[in-house]
């Protein structure tokens, strides 16, 4: 390094003093060589001398090598053979080797097969995985194992196309089956609801064994003996039944979901199985179009959507994933808006009361039975009062026409009783009170007619019936007495009134009739507070309860009377009309026949008979009745007179006329209906009066002169009247000279008539013109 570091020419002054030295060196080495020459020379004598033996040893070694060579060869022979078996023996190591590598892969092959023939696909996919991640890599060299390789594949394809045929034929089975699974299924529900109300019932003994310790101890006993032998008769019988998940084999669902899992496929398994399990959902709940002319059309609906979601609900449960809570909600309600349209739609139909009735039993039944399964159930319960309001009004049909039997076949006569034995069958029909008939000996007669404790035991019938439907509602027991006070009342307002009405307006009902419903609508509204008690009595509920209905019974009947009122004063009236259209006055005979029309004696004599029939009537009734047969009778008669068709009038007719009218004075004076204070009944014919007095005296100055005063003699004489009538009797004086003596006597007086028509007119133009 100083050689290169140091001045110019220093690398050439270093080689020249490298060559002094080196020959230097080589100068000694000379001097060494002469100086050791001698003992050189030696050697090589030495070795020279040695040279001869050397020969003959070479000779001996070959002449013992060419024996050696000789004796060896059998040994070489042996060496080889040797050699052949050991390479042999170390090739067989390795095959056997090999084979132990492949005996497990070809054994786990055959095994493959052999899960593949007895259908054990889960466990031959296992076996496929085991293959490929454990067997197949060590022996992949060999082409048998690449055969198989390539045919795990094909095979995993047929495993996913056999699993997925048996899950078809499962959905389908399923299909066919769900009403059988559904019906199980609601049996047990329901089997577990009575169960539970017999251990209630149970309980509520056990309480009140603590509260009775006396005599009844023994009975109690023996109702626990009795009770727990009905539980344990039923828990045999229920060992016997299969649940409604035994009656299904789910295991190609599960086959099937664990396959697909295993191949990486699960996501499209679950697609595909909601998938078929929406559109199966869909068939489910479509109705067939007889479904609501049978309780068995409705079973088998209600059966098929519960076996549907008992199977779902199993699914959920038991698989991981393959359907999930927010998937059976969402079916569920999917399928709640259709079966409530359904129902709605097909229940509509239902004019039966006990169809109903069942419908609604096995809507209970099928809802307990999913809520049981956890399924939200509340829109089912509030269809149910849906279906009780048509409930109620196929209810309201039928008593309609069970109503109109019994007023049909009333007699609408007092129920007569021959002994006390038939007494007290009537009242404990009907809760008849009254002191007066009691202290009566028999035979004797209750005022009702044998329609009132019909309908009476009718109307309770028809609360017994609507409180069926209200069972097993879930409802409290105010709700329940309301619901049966509202359905009675419609009962009573709509029905049994319609029914009433009817039956006044019918045209065999005559006065006798309406009479004895007018009695029967009192007695009848007179029960309803027995009907409050009875409903009270079923629920437990107090009337004295804030909000507890009324009946309104009392209005039904009230208006049903008015209406018979009415239908009486009409009847009367038409009755009065009919013999006033057999009269034959003789309007131009000379003079009258000194007595009263036959026709009207016949109306007065009827007229009288019936006032008596009235005698069990109101006296309010019995009097409005008369006065207005007497008005009635007082105007048709005045129409009589003024009947436009009548064209003349004689004054023998007026005379005769004014015996009639008369007659009719003598009746309303007879009092035929007690009650009326002084003359009011006659006065129902004082219009007709005052007439016929002017025609008879003849007293037209009086009545001109005081027209218009209070006090006028005439007062309820209308001038149009009076002229209708005048200008008859003219016309009938031209012809019949009934006013002869008045041209023969006296020209001034036929004069005066003429004033009088002439007055009369300006006085009628007047009152138009006024009016």
Not at 16 to 40: P, S, T, V, Y
Not at 536 to 551: D, K, P, Y
Not at 694 to 718: I, P
Request: charged fraction near 25%.
């Amino acid at each position: 390094r100083s050689v290169y570091d140091d001045q110019p020419n220093a690398h050439q002054k270093f080689m020249e003093k490298l060559d002094a030295c080196i020959r230097n060196h080589d100068r000694e080495i000379e001097k060494m060589c002469n100086f050791h020459h001698q003992g050189f020379v030696d050697a090589i004598t030495e070795l020279l001398k040695v040279r001869a033996d050397a020969e003959k040893l070479k000779v001996q070694v070959t002449d013992t090598n060419r024996r050696l060579q000789d004796a060896g060869k059998e040994v070489i022979a042996q060496t080889e053979e040797i050699i052949r078996c050991r390479v042999q023996q170390r090739n067989i190591t390795t095959v056997v080797e090999k084979l132990q590598l492949c005996l497990p892969v070809l054994e786990m092959y055959s095994k493959l097969k052999e899960q593949m023939s007895v259908k054990r696909y889960y466990s031959a996919l296992k076996t496929m995985e085991q293959l490929e991640n454990l067997y197949l890599p060590r022996v992949s060299q060999y082409r048998f194992c690449q055969i198989m390789m390539e045919n795990l594949p094909k095979l995993r394809e047929e495993i996913k196309e056999i699993s997925m045929s048996d899950l078809k034929d499962f959905l389908e089975s399923i299909r066919k089956h769900s009403d059988r699974i559904g019906e199980t299924a609601m049996k047990q529900a329901q089997q577990q609801k009575t169960f539970s109300t017999a251990l209630q019932k149970q309980n509520n003994v056990n309480y009140g064994r603590n509260m009775h310790l006396g005599r009844n101890r023994i009975l109690e006993s023996k109702n626990e003996i009795t009770l727990k032998r009905t539980f344990e008769d039923e828990d045999e019988h229920e060992e016997e039944v299969l649940t409604a998940q035994d009656l299904v084999d789910f295991s190609p669902v599960y086959r099937c979901l664990h396959i697909y899992s295993v191949l990486g496929d699960g996501e499209i398994f679950e697609n595909y199985y909601r998938k078929q399990r929406r559109k199966q959902a869909r068939l489910v709940l479509q109705p067939q179009s007889s479904m609501h002319e049978t309780v068995e059309g409705y079973r088998r609906y209600f059966s098929q959507i519960v076996g549907f979601f008992v199977v779902e609900d199993h699914i959920l449960h038991v698989t991981q994933g393959l359907v999930t809570r927010t998937y059976t909600d969402e079916l569920w309600n999917m399928a709640l808006s259709k079966i409530i349209a359904v129902l709605r739609t097909h229940s509509s139909y239902c004019s039966d009361p006990d169809l109903v009735l069942e419908l609604k039993n096995l809507i209970v039944v099928f809802a307990d039975t999913l809520q049981g399964y956890g399924f939200p159930v509340n829109r089912l319960f509030d269809l149910l009062f849906e279906i009780r309001d048509q409930y109620n009004e196929t209810l309201l049909k039928k008593w309609s026409g069970l109503f109109r039997d019994i007023f049909e076949a009333d007699n609408y006569s007092p129920i007569p009783v021959a002994n006390e034995e038939e007494y007290r069958i009537v009242i404990s029909k009907f809760p008849f009170q009254d002191p007066e008939l009691d202290k009566q000996s028999f035979p004797k007669k209750l005022p009702m007619s044998q329609s009132v404790p019909q309908i009476y035991m009718q109307v309770k019938e028809f609360i017994y019936a609507s409180l069926k439907f209200s069972e097993s509602l879930h409802r409290s027991s105010t709700e329940i007495d309301d619901m049966l006070r509202k359905s009675t009342n419609l009962l009573l307002t709509r029905t049994l009134s319609s029914c009433l009405q009817n039956l006044i307006k019918k045209p065999h009902i005559g006065l006798t009739e309406l009479v004895q419903i007018i009695i029967n609508t009192t007695h009848l509204e007179q029960a309803c507070k027995y009907l409050e008690d009875f409903i009270s009595n079923i629920t437990n509920i107090s009337q004295l309860t804030v909000h507890t209905a009324r009946l309104y019974g009392l209005s039904t009947f009230k208006d049903a009377r008015h209406a018979a009122e009415g239908e009486i004063y009409t009847k009367l009236n038409q009755k009065i009309d009919e013999f006033i259209q057999i009269a034959d006055y003789d309007w131009t005979m000379s003079e009258s026949d000194g007595r009263a029309s036959g026709y009207l004696m016949d109306l007065i004599n009827f007229l009288r008979s019936t006032f008596q029939v009235f005698t069990h009537l109101p006296g309010k009734v019995a009097q409005t009745a008369c006065m207005s047969a007497c008005q009635h009778l007082s105007m048709s008669l005045m129409q009589m007179l003024l009947d436009s068709e009548l064209k003349q009038i004689s004054m023998g007719a007026i005379q005769q006329f004014n015996l009639d009218v008369i007659q009719c004075e003598l009746f309303a004076s007879s009092e035929p209906v007690p009650g009326f204070q002084g003359d009011t009944l006659q006065l129902a014919f004082i219009d007709l009066r005052q007439l016929l007095d002017l025609f008879m005296v003849w007293d037209w100055s009086t009545y001109l002169a005081d027209y218009g005063q209070a006090t006028s003699k005439y007062l309820r004489v209308n001038p149009s009247t009076a002229l209708t009538l005048l200008e008859k009797m003219k016309d009938s004086s031209k012809k019949n000279n009934i006013f002869a003596q008045f041209r023969k006597n006296d020209r001034d007086k036929q004069k005066l008539i003429e004033t009088v028509v002439k007055q009369l007119r300006s006085l009628v133009n007047g009152m138009s013109q006024h009016t």
